[in-house]
């Protein structure tokens, strides 16, 4: 008796077996600001950037928070970060917003009313 089998597979196994079905998963979804959430940071960053406070801006798109980051230099850390975290929607709410020394400044259900803390708009004095 002979040790290999003989059918030229060289002990491999058949094809069927080498070519079986191979899955990718999709990567993980990402939190994305939507559209609205978006045009209303970009309204408030554009004002700030014309009265010349900020300069810069990065969006991060993680799998459990979008954070837009603003900079007042590009070399700097951020001096605010805007986050939605949807599973604090329920609880806390999902926006935040978050100083350079990492306090939170304030959090809530509405992005609007969460901006506000750093949405300076003239005053009648």
């Keep these: 008796?002979?040790?290999?089998?003989?059918?030229?597979?060289?002990?491999?196994?058949?094809?069927?077996?080498q070519a079986s079905e191979?899955?990718?998963s999709a990567p993980p979804a990402a939190v994305t600001?939507?559209?609205?959430?978006?045009?209303?940071?970009?309204?408030?960053?554009?004002?700030?950037?014309?009265?010349g406070e900020w300069r810069d801006y990065a969006i991060d798109f993680?799998?459990?928070?979008?954070?837009?980051?603003?900079f007042r230099r590009s070399s700097e850390v951020p001096i605010y970060r805007i986050?939605?975290?949807?599973?604090?929607?329920?609880?806390?709410g999902a926006y935040s917003v978050i100083s350079a020394s990492g306090q939170i400044l304030r959090r809530g259900h509405e992005l609007e009313r969460v901006l506000l803390v750093i949405d300076r708009k003239l005053a009648l004095v």
């Design 1 to 17: 008796m002979a040790l290999g089998s003989g059918d030229g597979s060289g002990g491999l196994g058949s094809e069927d077996s």
């Design 22 to 24: 191979r899955s990718f």
């Design 33 to 51: 600001f939507n559209r609205l959430e978006l045009n209303r940071i970009l309204n408030l960053y554009g004002r700030m950037v014309a009265d």
């Design 62 to 70: 993680l799998r459990d928070r979008a954070v837009f980051s603003i």
């Design 83 to 92: 986050e939605k975290d949807p599973r604090l929607a329920r609880k806390q």
